[in-house]
T-cell receptor, first 104, second 117 residues
């Protein structure tokens, strides 16, 4: 079973800063990786699919990159509404454990 | 607009059964794989099961050991999850979701299942 490891577990940043979240797979998953955002009390929302394609309606400040085993979600300039938990997911439906993005 | 509305959640005793439903609208339901994903209180996301467009192919997370059954009714645009022999560790919010591009594109608001005596 392919395991996804997200880092860091918690990231504390200020609005306007750049956020870089990592997801590492235990073996190659090509580009079959998605990223989700989840706010308290809400369902997850798809941000990125196939490693780098933005889902419909997702702002351009969100970008995904990587292939093989190492993937990155970048938020270029944090807005107040971006503080949430972020999950990665690979094609076998396994999720990472999540990264909590907190306001510093 | 895609809408997915889950129902059927509630409190159930250990060993009991429950059937979840998900009503779909705003998209071509019969064209999509569909999934159930759950989230235990304060925990991460766990995929539970998925089903192909005509219901002929189904997949489940290994840990369920045959206790859950996913099904769909394309004429009624609905997705179901029959849950038997429920355990405390099945306590979670259960989401239905569309599947496309190897990801979960649209999600319902979720329904809470609490397994407790």
């Amino acid at each position: 079973e392919i395991v996804l490891t997200q880092s860091p577990a918690t990231l504390s940043l200020s609005p306007g800063e750049r956020a870089t979240l990592s997801c590492r797979a235990s073996q190659s998953i090509s580009s079959y990786l998605a990223w989700y955002q989840q706010k308290p009390g809400q369902a997850p929302r798809l941000l990125i699919y196939l490693a780098s394609s933005r889902a419909t309606g997702i702002p351009a400040r969100f970008s995904g990159s990587g292939s093989g085993t190492d993937f990155t979600l970048t938020i270029s300039s944090l807005e107040p509404e971006d503080f949430a938990v972020y999950y990665c997911q690979q094609r076998s439906n396994i999720f990472g454990q999540g990264t909590r993005l907190d306001i510093k | 607009e895609v809408q997915l509305v889950e129902s059927g959640g509630g409190l159930v005793q250990p060993g009991g059964s429950l059937r979840l439903s998900c009503a779909a609208s705003g998209f071509s339901f019969s064209s999509y794989w569909m999934s159930w994903v759950r989230q235990a209180p304060g925990k991460g996301l766990e995929w539970v099961a998925n089903i192909n467009q005509d219901g002929s192919e189904k997949h489940y997370v290994d840990s369920l050991k045959g206790r859950f059954t996913i099904s769909r009714d394309n004429t009624r645009k609905s997705l179901h999850l029959q849950m038997n022999s429920l355990r405390a560790e099945d306590t979670a919010v259960y989401y239905c979701a569309t599947v496309s591009n190897w990801s979960f594109g649209s999600w319902g608001q979720g329904t809470l299942i609490t397994v407790s005596s």
